[in-house]
């Protein structure tokens, strides 16, 4: 089929750079190079054994379930919520479980936004957003956090127009790690009082936390506000692809009728592996965090020592967002330079609408991540870089 003929909204998407960018580094390994692969979002963890076992219980069943998820999920997923964030306004008639927390951002989208509607997006910001909300009509207004990579809300604020319709929210962030403070939350909350502005908090990484001062951003009382979340992150279950969205019934019963065409309910064994994971709180296992924790710690202590590199210890997530801007003024080059004199891979900043830095995920093994912080110290040292 010739160009000419597809859709005109196709003009303006292309693949995720971080998948992308991931994929480049499979190929590369698989032609023979040694590569240190530090673009992936994912733990680098199996599927932990108590949701192997749950789910392996269940295989032999295979019917439809409701589109908008078993019921049993839908009720443990309202209680975990309600509990977590203090909102006693959820119920299952709230949640609706997704393929995926980008299914459940996407019909979000499609359920609230017109065309022309204007929604805020803080950035640096997830490659994603600018694309759903284009693709469903809406107009993305890119609003920079400040240098310490908070909300900056005078911005926030002399960007809001009559058209704004939402604004999206990602603490713990990415690609940053940061955590929104809980008084720019609730400034941001009070900002927001008695407006039509929906807010839709990406709470993808909530469980994966290293700051005691993290405040979610649900619990500090916007009035109007759809959660996207899933186990991807915190269960290690991203090829299982199960996510949820909760919101006022409206909404969710909008979200679900469109599911209903689109594709149906999220896969029966994805749904017991929900399952599984709530029984236990959806709490990431010990040793995953405990990892997670001390891969921050290296990588921070080795970065940290780098003249001309500017880092910022994240607070959740697992994400380093290297500040490159003394150091280059094409930050594709320079990932792609790393990449090709030492096998390197990250994500440059341009991914993320922030030119001059590049994303570190630090979630290989313990190994690897020495080596590939020795072969990155090296690169920067020799300054041999565009």
């Given amino acids: 089929m010739s160009k000419e003929v597809l859709a005109l909204r196709t003009a ?12 480049e580094a499979k190929r590369l390994e698989a032609e023979g190079r040694t590569i240190y692969n530090l673009t992936a979002g994912e733990l680098n963890t199996n599927t932990p054994d108590y949701i192997q076992k749950a789910v ?21 997923i309202a209680s975990e919520v309600r509990n977590f964030y203090g909102l006693d306004w959820i119920t299952s008639d709230n949640v609706v479980v997704t393929a995926g927390a980008k299914p459940a ?22 490659v994603s957003y600018q694309h759903m909300i284009e693709l469903v009509g809406g107009k993305v207004i890119e609003v920079p956090l400040s240098d310490g990579f908070e909300l900056d809300l005078r911005a926030i604020q002399a960007h809001i127009t009559k058209r704004t319709k939402a604004i999206v929210i990602n603490s713990p962030h990415n690609p940053t790690g940061a955590i929104f403070s809980k008084a720019a939350l609730k400034d941001l909350a009070t900002t927001l009082k008695g407006s039509s502005i929906t807010v839709i908090a ?10 005691s001062s993290f405040t979610p951003t649900p619990s500090v009382g916007f009035e109007k506000i759809v959660i996207i979340n899933g186990y991807s992150k915190s269960q290690a279950l991203t090829g299982w692809r199960i996510g949820y969205l909760i919101a006022d019934q409206h909404t969710a019963q909008a979200a679900t ?32 965090l405990q990892s997670l924790y001390n891969q921050r710690q290296l990588v921070n202590q080795v970065l940290s020592k780098i003249p001309g590199l500017k ?13 490159l801007r003394t150091l280059t003024s094409n930050s594709i080059g320079w990932c792609e330079q790393l990449l090709s004199e030492t096998g390197v891979a990250l994500v440059p900043g341009e991914a993320f609408s922030a030119p001059g830095f590049a994303r570190l995920s630090f979630v290989v093994d313990k190994t690897s991540l020495g080596k590939a912080l020795e072969l990155l110290a090296e690169f920067v040292k020799s300054g041999h870089i565009k």
């Fill in 311 to 323: 880092v910022h210890l994240p607070g959740g997530a697992f994400y380093f967002f290297l500040d």
């Fill in 202 to 211: 990406d709470d993808i990484y909530a469980k994966l936390v290293y700051d």
């Fill in 257 to 288: 009728s469109m599911l209903s065409h689109i594709m149906g309910n999220a896969a029966f064994p994805s749904q017991q592996a929900a399952l599984a994971a709530l029984a236990r709180k959806d709490k990431p296992p010990t040793k995953t």
């Fill in 12 to 23: 303006s998407v292309s693949e995720s750079a971080t998948l992308a960018l991931n994929a």
């Fill in 56 to 76: 392996a219980e269940k295989l032999h069943l295979n019917k439809y379930t409701p589109v908008a998820g078993l019921t049993e999920l839908r009720l443990k």
């Fill in 105 to 126: 951002l996407y019909v979000t989208l499609l359920a609230i936004i017109n065309p022309g509607d204007e929604v805020i997006v803080p950035t640096p910001a997830w």
